[in-house]
């Protein structure tokens, strides 16, 4: 057997990351703004302080937030983080190359994917990589980074929720391994909470610097002033006076862009990575075409994109995000989401309310915001495309779909 630290299986390789970051799409009422909902002196002083910190005040909204994909979304590797398994029978993935198979193994090390190609009978290639970072919550699926030394790069095999194996990294090319896809600043955005680059090179990173995961700043932004008022002899009454972001204290339009930074879709940056803070115009940092009104959208981050689309929206100057969404607390139960519904609509005016009465109550999400499948997010098993399902928030009446 030859290791071989440098040697590359792979060809050719498709160079789109498979993590999309996320932004706005403009409409008429969301128009930048030149000024921030923090001023720039405030944000020139403030500093993050770390969940740790902002749960001495906020315990329990720091416990139930911590128990959410968006916490979840990246951390540190273990075996207890990696959802794959290490167990003979279970570690490996096969190719449809029959000369290469991936293995995954856990040691006192750490947890590693190590690539075999058989050359001859007597000889094979073998390059093995530590998983360093898992990206994540493992709801649908965990992708994995690992470190050449400053630099930050995707390793080939990913793990599949729905299948509970491993699986070819979305756009890698099955029977082939590549080690080398670099992670740019703009997929950390939305996966991490904060980095520093260190330019030219576009995934060379500052490794202490990375805040794994999406912290409570993410949102609201640095909270040094914020904790130094509050700790201070005369803590601030009024609530301009607390130096920390609550979005839903913010118009509309600042409102959907906090979310919108992670889940409107692909956009052109035209700041660095990081720049963009809650409460700004998203718009300043990043730029979207505009689309005609019924081209395709998919599914995958492009949540608020859909949502603008949605009759409900449009109907309403009030209806983000936070209307349906708790995201402090994990929301699973599509079934929760009906009573908000409700509070416009009557059950008793759905199309299919005189077949099958009340219940359908607590159905409104599975007809009227359907899972699809993400045409963004693919990958190969056995030569097949697998690709996950993700929830549709273009609210509509979808004819296709029907109840069992």
């Given at each position: 057997?030859?290791?071989?630290?440098?040697?590359?299986?792979?060809?050719?390789?498709?160079?789109?990351?498979?993590?999309?970051?996320?932004?706005?799409?403009?409409?008429?009422?969301?128009?930048?703004?030149?000024?921030?909902?923090?001023?720039?002196?405030?944000?020139?002083?403030?500093?993050?302080?770390?969940?740790?910190?902002?749960?001495?005040?906020?315990?329990?909204?720091?416990?139930?937030?911590?128990?959410?994909?968006?916490?979840?979304?990246?951390?540190?590797?273990?075996?207890?983080?990696?959802?794959?398994?290490?167990?003979?029978?279970?570690?490996?993935?096969?190719?449809?190359?029959?000369?290469?198979?991936?293995?995954?193994?856990?040691?006192?090390?750490?947890?590693?994917?190590?690539?075999?190609?058989?050359?001859?009978?007597?000889?094979?290639?073998?390059?093995?990589?530590?998983?360093?970072?898992?990206?994540?919550?493992?709801?649908?699926?965990?992708?994995?980074?690992?470190?050449?030394?400053?630099?930050?790069?995707?390793?080939?095999?990913?793990?599949?929720?729905?299948?509970?194996?491993?699986?070819?990294?979305?756009?890698?090319?099955?029977?082939?391994?590549?080690?080398?896809?670099?992670?740019?600043?703009?997929?950390?955005?939305?996966?991490?909470?904060?980095?520093?680059?260190?330019?030219?090179?576009?995934?060379?990173?500052?490794?202490?610097?990375?805040?794994?995961?999406?912290?409570?700043?993410?949102?609201?932004?640095?909270?040094?002033?914020?904790?130094?008022?509050?700790?201070?002899?005369?803590?601030?009454?009024?609530?301009?006076?607390?130096?920390?972001?609550?979005?839903?204290?913010?118009?509309?339009?600042?409102?959907?862009?906090?979310?919108?930074?992670?889940?409107?879709?692909?956009?052109?940056?035209?700041?660095?990575?990081?720049?963009?803070?809650?409460?700004?115009?998203?718009?300043?940092?990043?730029?979207?075409?505009?689309?005609?009104?019924?081209?395709?959208?998919?599914?995958?981050?492009?949540?608020?994109?859909?949502?603008?689309?949605?009759?409900?929206?449009?109907?309403?100057?009030?209806?983000?995000?936070?209307?349906?969404?708790?995201?402090?607390?994990?929301?699973?139960?599509?079934?929760?989401?009906?009573?908000?519904?409700?509070?416009?609509?009557?059950?008793?005016?759905?199309?299919?309310?005189?077949?099958?009465?009340?219940?359908?109550?607590?159905?409104?999400?599975?007809?009227?915001?359907?899972?699809?499948?993400?045409?963004?997010?693919?990958?190969?098993?056995?030569?097949?495309?697998?690709?996950?399902s993700v929830r549709n928030h273009q609210i509509a009446i979808y004819p296709q779909k029907t109840l069992p």
């Open positions: 057997m030859i290791g071989l630290k440098s040697f590359r299986l792979l060809a050719a390789v498709c160079a789109v990351f498979v993590f999309h970051h996320c932004a706005f799409a403009e409409t008429a009422d969301r128009t930048p703004s030149l000024v921030s909902f923090l001023s720039d002196e405030l944000k020139s002083k403030a500093s993050l302080v770390g969940d740790q910190v902002c749960g001495t005040c906020h315990q329990e909204k720091m416990r139930t937030f911590h128990l959410t994909a968006h916490a979840k979304t990246s951390t540190l590797a273990s075996s207890s983080a990696i959802h794959g398994k290490f167990v003979a029978g279970s570690n490996s993935l096969k190719t449809i190359n029959p000369n290469l198979v991936f293995v995954m193994e856990s040691n006192p090390q750490g947890c590693f994917q190590t690539a075999h190609l058989r050359t001859s009978a007597s000889e094979q290639l073998t390059r093995s990589e530590r998983i360093d970072i898992v990206v994540g919550s493992g709801r649908k699926g965990q992708t994995y980074l690992y470190w050449d030394g400053d630099k930050l790069f995707q390793l080939p095999v990913s793990y599949w929720t729905g299948l509970d194996g491993w699986i070819n990294s979305p756009g890698y090319v099955d029977g082939t391994a590549e080690f080398d896809r670099p992670i740019d600043g703009r997929c950390l955005e939305c996966h991490s909470s904060s980095f520093e680059n260190e330019p030219p090179t576009l995934n060379r990173y500052k490794a202490s610097s990375m805040v794994l995961g999406i912290s409570c700043e993410k949102c609201h932004g640095p909270g040094s002033e914020h904790v130094a008022r509050f700790r201070s002899g005369s803590p601030p009454k009024a609530y301009s006076d607390f130096a920390i972001v609550n979005p839903a204290k913010l118009s509309r339009a600042r409102q959907l862009d906090v979310c919108a930074l992670c889940h409107e879709g692909s956009g052109t940056p035209l700041t660095p990575a990081l720049s963009y803070s809650p409460g700004d115009a998203l718009s300043r940092h990043i730029s979207f075409g505009k689309l005609p009104p019924n081209a395709p959208v998919d599914v995958h981050a492009s949540q608020i994109q859909l949502l603008e689309r949605s009759r409900c929206f449009r109907s309403t100057t009030t209806l983000t995000c936070i209307t349906c969404h708790d995201v402090h607390t994990p929301q699973r139960d599509t079934a929760a989401f009906a009573s908000r519904c409700l509070t416009c609509h009557q059950v008793e005016n759905c199309r299919i309310f005189p077949a099958q009465g009340h219940a359908i109550d607590t159905k409104c999400i599975d007809c009227h915001m359907p899972l699809q499948q993400t045409g963004k997010i693919v990958a190969l098993l056995d030569g097949e495309a697998v690709r996950p």
